[in-house]
């Protein structure tokens, strides 16, 4: 497993840690491509009754590495970052996750599909696709809509502006907000008492939750991907992420 993706299996919960902190833990290539198989081989092992979401250095993950991003874009369903969302999308097992700092891109819209999400008060979310020339990922516009509303969704995606966590509660995107320090203990409390639960329940109460929507989903995050793709190439793409790398430096 890659050092960039930190993992922890005790008492039925495995906790996966996004570990790049001197980049606000930006997703890789590598780093997706761990991610996925984290969350594979987790439901092939029976030892693992929830799954935890976290990241390292006081920030939840700051989306793609543009500079990786670019060097290895997505080329198809088969790429690192749709394999990971598909993972995600189809696991078995409840899946907690712990936002502290920013959760940007991928790092909110991974959040619509796990199944319980606390966040600290200094969480700092955005969907700033449109920005950066690009469209709605990881079936957002599709489930975005729905815990959110059309009008709030629509708000959030078109205007790409970054928002609290209360309006991240209020968007139905995250479960609870709790104070910065409690954050850790907290989501650890959550997710021991999932696993504390008849496993089997557990796992048929999240398939039922989750199987009215599966077929719409997975279209989604196809059809989203398709288009996610195109406007990579697309000259309003280059021409945001060009003015976007140039402000950094």
């Not at 997505?74 to 712990?98: C, I, K």
């Not at 502006?161 to 995250?174: C, K, N, S, V, Y």
Request: aromatic content about 6%; overall charge neutral; some cysteine.
């Amino acid at each position: 497993m890659s050092d960039t993706l930190l993992t922890h299996l005790e008492a039925g919960v495995l906790t996966l840690t996004f570990n790049r902190p001197q980049k606000k833990n930006a997703f890789t290539g590598e780093m997706y491509d761990a991610a996925a198989q984290a969350l594979l081989d987790a439901d092939a092992n029976d030892a693992v009754r929830v799954v935890v979401l976290t990241g390292a250095g006081g920030a939840f993950t700051a989306g793609n590495d543009l500079k990786d991003f670019l060097e290895h874009p997505p080329a198809g369903e088969d790429s690192a970052v749709f394999r990971f969302l598909r993972a995600l999308a189809h696991h078995t097992r409840p899946v907690v996750a712990g936002v502290d700092g920013v959760a940007v891109g991928i790092g909110t819209t991974l959040l619509l599909h796990c199944d319980y999400v606390a966040a600290s008060e200094r969480a700092i979310f955005s969907l700033p696709f449109i920005n950066l020339g690009l469209s709605p990922e990881g079936a957002s516009s599709v489930l975005l809509p729905r815990v959110a509303g059309t009008a709030l969704a629509s708000e959030l995606l078109m205007f790409g502006e970054p928002f609290d966590a209360a309006t991240a509660l209020r968007a139905g995107i995250i479960n609870k907000v709790v104070p910065d320090t409690q954050l850790e203990e907290w989501v650890k409390g959550r997710a021991a008492a999932l696993a504390a639960k008849p496993r089997e329940s557990l796992r048929l109460t999240k398939r039922l939750l989750r199987e009215p929507l599966r077929a719409t989903v997975d279209e989604a995050l196809s059809r989203e991907g398709t288009h996610f793709i195109q406007r990579l190439g697309s000259t309003e793409a280059r021409e945001a992420f060009s003015s976007f790398l140039a402000k950094k430096k």
